[in-house]
């Protein structure tokens, strides 16, 4: 694996902290991957987000993490889902710069939530894999019911401490999406990181429609 640390712009002026993780090899895809809420310890180097990255390169996928405003050593505050979306912003467009396709885009909790709504709000049909977000959280974003169609995976353990698999299954259905359960897993997936970034590779590395 490939790492390379790096910034980012956002469009209002802030600096986010970065990191490239590549395969060896010619890359088969890239993917955005945004960590869980900042205001419980959740950042880019979260233990989950290095073995899904771990686990997403070993697949060939070329993987751009980066710490929300506010966390690490990235400039800005926390605006709760709100002045995220400049972030995600900034991430995509340094993917698809950077990086050959097809692209996708992934998160975890919060950062599952605020993708998905940055996906609403830009109407790109991206292959996206939500690790665990919450239905009905409080410190998350509401989720969009409204989406493009596109490849979309949910991914929940059946012991989750914030999402009953119940409440995930009804809205994924609202938007299309698939659910995937993981027996005797909560919400931090300990001992099935790869497990779920083998789940999170079969969607990623699905063609949205239209893609070249």
């Known amino acids: 694996m490939i790492t390379l640390e790096t910034s980012l712009a956002t469009a209002d002026g802030q600096t986010l902290e970065a990191r490239w993780d590549n395969p060896e090899g010619v890359a088969s895809g890239t993917v955005v991957?945004?960590?869980p809420h900042p205001l419980q310890s959740g950042t880019m180097r979260a233990p989950l987000m290095d073995q899904v990255t771990e686990g997403l390169v070993e697949r060939g996928l070329s993987v751009l993490r980066f710490n929300f405003r506010g966390v690490g050593s990235s400039s800005g505050t926390h605006d709760f889902g709100?002045?995220?979306?400049?972030?995600i912003d900034a991430a995509?467009?340094?993917?698809t710069q950077d990086r050959s396709g097809p692209f996708g885009l992934a998160g975890w909790s919060f950062?599952?939530?605020t993708s998905l709504v940055w996906i609403a709000g830009t109407g790109l049909a991206v292959p996206w894999v939500g690790i665990a977000p919450p239905v009905k959280g409080e410190r998350s974003p509401a989720l969009p019911t409204e989406l493009p169609p596109a490849p979309r995976t949910f991914i929940i353990g059946d012991r989750d401490?914030?999402?009953t698999v119940a409440e995930m299954r009804e809205y994924a259905q609202q938007v299309s999406g698939v659910v995937e359960v993981i027996k005797g897993s909560d919400h931090f997936f300990y001992f099935r990181e790869r497990i779920v970034?083998?789940?999170?590779?079969?969607?990623?590395?699905?063609?949205?429609?239209?893609?070249a």
């Open 92 to 95: 995509w467009a340094a993917a």
């Open 111 to 113: 950062g599952a939530a």
């Open 197 to 211: 970034a083998n789940l999170m590779a079969d969607t990623l590395q699905t063609p949205a429609a239209g893609s």
């Open 161 to 163: 401490q914030f999402t």
């Open 33 to 35: 991957l945004c960590h």
């Open 82 to 87: 709100r002045d995220e979306l400049h972030d």
